[in-house]
Nanobody, 125 residues
């Protein structure tokens, strides 16, 4: 059974940084994507960042709104994917979810099979 557990959320002020962690259980990364998504109140869930594990490396993808500020990475030994978030602003306030899915998942939420429970990130101005 695949399980994803997020951690690291919490209240921060604008300009501060936060690192989210997503630890997976029962999931093999090779050839697949792990993504971070977020959903703000009243808005649709949007893809933030994704990472794919391949033999040749770990390509990544980012939403335009977070490029240059967020970095996704993974530690295979710990079965954990991280989302380093810098220069946070109030528009980043949302529930953040990690998800595991197929090779072509990238930032498309509908393509992901497994989801965590989410971790809240409120950013105050």
């Amino acid at each position: 059974q695949v399980q994803l557990v997020e951690s690291g959320g919490g209240s921060v002020q604008a300009g501060e940084s936060l690192r989210l962690s997503c630890t997976t259980f029962g999931y093999t990364y090779t050839g697949k994507c792990v993504g971070w998504f977020r959903q703000a109140p009243g808005k649709e869930r949007e893809g933030v960042a994704a990472i794919k594990t391949t033999v040749g490396g770990t390509p990544t993808a980012y939403a335009d709104s977070v490029k240059g500020r967020f970095t996704i990475s993974q530690d295979n030994a710990k079965n954990t994917v991280y989302l380093q978030m810098n220069s946070l602003n109030p528009e980043d306030t949302a529930m953040y979810y990690c998800a595991a899915g197929p090779a072509g998942g990238w930032l498309s939420a509908v393509k992901y099979n497994f989801w965590g429970q989410g971790t809240q990130v409120p950013v105050s101005s």
